[in-house]
């Protein structure tokens, strides 16, 4: 949803997130507020202050409301099943040695982004639940509830997974409270379904006649179909995701398309390159967009999204490299794939081809003659200091004539159809239809053009393998762990950096203590192992 937002009106719709509360939901700019929620064009300034809110997501070092650290977004990958972090960022190795506790600022602050887009969300419900909004159209007051429950969801998505019980808030305070229950993770799960299904009700049908990342019902049902799994009821799984495959409105690409179609490449590849993740690129795949593109009003920042660094290597700081888009443009290498992952792919499978997995480096300094063009050994040495080492292409990105440039500022691909079939592959494997779960599992392989698993195969060990395969760099990792129940021993199993120091109570992270001191007036334990 690339519009121009003014900064009062994202100050506005903000503004509730910069309360001294951690959880309070009192408007501070309440009269501006009641001004900005009486009509349609208001809703829609305050709708786009929702979008733009939600791409702090993984805001990274700035002076702003959920500021975080580098690369806010490998929090919930690295030091799992899929990849070690680096020696090159100190403030990730607490995740990879497990020695974080409640006052580290990763874990407070996205608490802080998720309750801060909750209140927001809140904001749009309740306010347009008022008699004196002036509607442009009858459907518009369940248009803009659609949308910041679906964000609600999303949020709470977050909280859920993270931290287990959370309070459940649904409207807007109208006085200062320090006294939040926790709600059981079983209640807010209910909650979240019941939004996503009232989203998926009246968010629009037709991907076709909407803007580049508003949202759609297949977008709800997508996220209903996950957070069903969770909440163990695997048939309404089973039928959201059904829903969204045979919408007839995706598809998994399978032919070239977009940027660079002309050009060596495979259809897997095309879909991570800049530019190519909406459908107005030929992008039938993806079901939901996070607009960011780079320089462009309404998109993301410098600092909105770090992952680019975290995923391409420091290789320039290797003597006979340079900068280059060759080689995914800046990166300081703080995670890496574990080998396990890039060993696991056939010779024949389309991810698993040059475009999409980088194995070699060739030194690419013309004015070091001694080493231009000659192949580059890769060291255990240079992999630690996250110089190079075996990675995905998904995250390459160096806009042209600024080589230094800090962010990754691809639109991005949230939801789409590939994991769609992977969420119904869980479903069916959780409800014991093996069969189903197969063929759905081979709905993906056929398209990278692996070999088709058997149902001697499938079992949610190998679902997961697949998810890897399929959605390196892209999934939040710790969340489908904690879904499956395979946290702990599948780290211990691949993860040799964090095998020895993970425990049980590390399934969830714990409660951020300023939250805990804020609450004063009803007193929480924190999460087993962190008191």
Not at 329 to 352: C, F, T, V
Not at 403 to 430: P, S, V
Not at 455 to 466: G, R
């Amino acid at each position: 949803m690339k519009k121009y937002i003014s900064s009062i009106l994202l100050a506005l719709v903000l503004c509730s997130a910069c309360s001294e509360s951690f959880l309070d939901e009192t408007p501070q700019n309440f009269e501006s507020a009641e001004q900005t929620y009486k009509t349609t064009k208001g809703f829609n300034a305050a709708l786009n202050g929702l979008q733009a809110y939600s791409r702090l997501e993984f805001e990274t070092w700035n002076d702003n409301i959920v500021s975080q650290g580098a690369c806010a977004y490998e929090v919930l990958q690295g030091g799992l099943d899929i990849c070690y972090i680096n020696n090159v960022d100190g403030t990730l190795q607490p995740f990879q040695k497990y020695t974080f506790d409640a006052t580290n600022s990763y874990i407070s602050n996205r608490w802080k982004w998720a309750y801060g887009l909750i209140t927001n969300a809140n904001m749009m419900i309740n306010y347009a639940e008022k008699g004196d909004v002036v509607w442009s159209k009858d459907t518009d007051k369940q248009f803009f509830q659609a949308n910041a429950r679906f964000f609600r969801a999303y949020a709470y998505r977050y909280l859920t997974y993270l931290y287990g019980d959370v309070p459940w808030v649904d409207k807007v305070e109208e006085e200062y409270r320090v006294d939040f229950p926790r709600t059981p993770k079983a209640e807010v799960l209910a909650k979240m379904i019941e939004d996503l299904e009232f989203a998926a009700q009246y968010l629009p049908e037709n991907p076709n006649n909407v803007k580049d990342g508003e949202l759609t019902k297949w977008a709800a049902l997508h996220m209903l179909s996950e957070i069903s799994i969770f909440a163990g009821d695997y048939k309404k799984a089973e039928t959201t995701a059904l829903e969204v495959i045979n919408s007839s409105y995706f598809q998994l690409m399978n032919t070239r398309f977009g940027k660079n179609s002309s050009q060596p490449g495979d259809p897997f590849a095309d879909m991570f390159l800049e530019k190519n993740q909406n459908r107005k690129a030929g992008n039938m795949e993806s079901i939901w967009v996070v607009q960011a593109e780079y320089n462009v009003q309404g998109g993301s920042t410098t600092y909105n999204d770090w992952t680019r660094r975290a995923w391409v290597g420091a290789y320039y700081s290797i003597p006979g490299f340079i900068i280059s888009q060759e080689y995914g443009g800046r990166g300081l290498g703080q995670i890496r794939p574990i080998q396990h992952w890039l060993d696991s792919y056939e010779a024949k499978d389309m991810r698993n081809s040059i475009y999409n997995i980088r194995r070699e480096y060739v030194y690419n300094d013309p004015k070091n003659t001694a080493l231009f063009g000659k192949k580059h050994t890769i060291t255990e040495d240079n992999m630690d200091r996250g110089y190079v080492f075996p990675t995905t292409t998904k995250f390459d990105y160096m806009p042209e004539n600024d080589e230094t440039y800090n962010g990754n500022q691809k639109d991005k691909m949230r939801f789409r159809l590939a994991e769609t079939y992977l969420l119904l592959a869980e479903a069916y494997i959780q409800d014991n239809q093996i069969a189903k779960a197969t063929d759905a599992i081979n709905k993906v392989r056929a398209r990278a053009g692996a070999t088709l698993a058997t149902q001697a195969d499938v079992n949610i060990d190998y679902l997961l393998d697949e998810r890897v395969r399929e959605l390196l760099g892209e999934e939040m990792r710790r969340f489908t762990l904690v879904r499956t129940g395979k946290l702990i021993e599948r780290t211990k199993k691949y993860n040799s950096k964090s095998a020895s120091t993970i425990k049980d109570q590390h399934v969830l992270w714990p409660i951020p203590q300023g939250v805990i001191d804020s609450n004063s007036g009803l007193k929480w334990e924190n999460n087993p192992g962190y008191n």
